[in-house]
Nanobody, 115 residues
Framework: QVQLVESGGGLVQPGGSLRLSCTTS????????MGWYRQAPGNERELVAT???????NYADSVKGRFTISRDNAKKTVYLQMDNLKPEDTAVYYC?????????WGQGTQVTVSS
């Protein structure tokens, strides 16, 4: 069965950094394009960044130049390095495949950017 476990969130001041991790199980991780998504209160879930099986990356305009997505296929883990964080980055962050999903979502990890 598919499991997605996100971690690494927390409270950080504007301009700070966090590194999120998403460890997966129950899937052939290496073949999938993976994405990081986020959902702020009252908003729909949005796609933030993607990384293909060949490590090609793509980013939403709102995070381009500040966030870096990477993956370790041996560890079945995808990462999101977030630098120069802004209050508008506050959200619960999730990982899943892209497009669509594995049919399940993890619990997410809360990122709060505030002074």
């Amino acid at each position: 069965q598919v499991q997605l476990v996100e971690s690494g969130g927390g409270l950080v001041q504007p301009g700070g950094s966090l590194r999120l991790s998403c460890t997966t199980s129950g899937i052939i991780f290496s073949i999938y394009t993976m994405g990081w998504y986020r959902q702020a209160p009252g908003n729909e879930r949005e796609l933030v960044a993607t990384i293909t099986s060949r490590h090609n990356t793509n980013y939403a305009d709102s995070v381009k130049g500040r966030f870096t997505i990477s993956r370790d296929n041996a560890k079945k883990t995808v990462y999101l390095q977030m630098d120069n964080l802004k209050p508008e980055d506050t959200a619960v962050y999730y990982c899943n495949k892209q497009p669509g999903s594995f049919g399940v979502w993890g619990q997410g990890t809360q990122v709060t950017v505030s002074s």
